[in-house]
């Protein structure tokens, strides 16, 4: 335990089970956090799974970023397919065992085959028109993201500015962005898929544009701008063996 009270454990990936079943970058990440109830998303948590709270509420999170080189195992990345946007509005996450996690409410994605895949295994992946946005250069470089869901009306656009030469290392900031697995369901079983990533390398980030359909779509209400706004250029990533969780 440091000085300040921060736990720089806590925020370090666990080993990973293995056999490692998913290699993959995330690159030009925004995230974009609200508080909320914890029991207004209590709906959304798999059986057995409670929401998490950080700084005295749970939160969740629109986030965005480019999919690089997916692929099975440590093997090639599968070409064109393992590439692409995705934008995804989670929540966080505690089993019974006390790990926590994220909840997927959904995932936008712009690979129709990727899409279909992960929502055979229960991940709520939508196939939407996803482009990351970027304007600028140098210090005043924005980094952002679009979606437009085909076949329907949700639609959302975000985009933030880098703080240049500043470091995130709040405890806020560690608690929302340091997770290391993921609470699904599959058939009648509640799993927990765990990754593990280098921390991410983050900076705080002033929002330049938002105008959002997504959070309303997921039927999950928020008030004004997001409290927590943050930037990473990006970490390699792995996924292990899921887990069946035992509720307790």
């Given at each position: 335990m440091r000085a300040d009270g921060r736990d720089p454990e806590r925020h370090l990936a666990p080993d990973l089970p293995r056999p490692v079943i998913m290699d993959q970058f995330w690159g030009d990440a925004v995230?974009?956090?609200?508080?909320?109830?914890?029991?207004?998303?209590?709906?959304?948590?798999?059986?057995?799974?409670?929401?998490?709270?950080?700084?005295?509420?749970?939160w969740v999170g629109l986030i965005g970023f480019r999919m690089?080189?997916?692929?099975?195992?440590?093997?090639?990345?599968?070409?064109?397919?393992?590439?692409?946007?995705?934008?995804?509005?989670?929540?966080?996450?505690?089993?019974?065992?006390?790990?926590?996690?994220?909840?997927?409410?959904?995932l936008d994605a712009s690979r129709l085959a990727v899409v279909l895949a992960a929502r055979a295994g229960g991940?709520?992946?939508?196939?939407?028109?996803?482009?990351?946005?970027?304007?600028?250069?140098?210090?005043?470089?924005?980094?952002?993201?679009?979606?437009?869901?085909?076949?329907h009306q949700a639609t959302s656009r975000f985009a933030v500015r880098p703080a240049t030469g500043v470091t995130a290392e709040d405890t806020l900031s560690l608690e929302l962005t340091a997770r290391?697995?993921?609470?699904?369901?599959?058939?009648?079983?509640?799993?927990?898929?765990?990754?593990?990533?280098?921390?991410?390398?983050?900076?705080?980030?002033?929002?330049?544009?938002?105008d959002d359909g997504l959070l309303a779509a997921a039927g999950i209400h928020v008030e004004g701008p997001p409290e927590s706004v943050l930037f990473s250029p990006g970490v390699q990533t792995q996924f292990g063996r899921p887990r069946v969780v035992h509720r307790s």
């Open positions: 995230f974009l956090h609200w508080r909320v109830d914890a029991r207004a998303v209590a709906a959304y948590m798999p059986p057995g799974v409670v929401p998490d709270e950080v700084d005295g509420s749970s690089v080189g997916a692929g099975l195992g440590r093997g090639l990345p599968v070409p064109y397919v393992g590439s692409f946007t995705e934008i995804n509005v989670r929540l966080y996450s505690r089993g019974p065992d006390g790990t926590r996690g994220v909840v997927f409410v959904t991940i709520p992946y939508v196939w939407s028109r996803c482009v990351p946005l970027a304007r600028g250069e140098g210090a005043r470089r924005d980094y952002g993201y679009a979606v437009e869901r085909y076949g290391f697995g993921l609470h699904s369901t599959f058939g009648r079983r509640t799993l927990y898929i765990p990754n593990t990533h280098s921390p991410w390398p983050l900076r705080p980030a002033t929002l330049t544009e938002l």
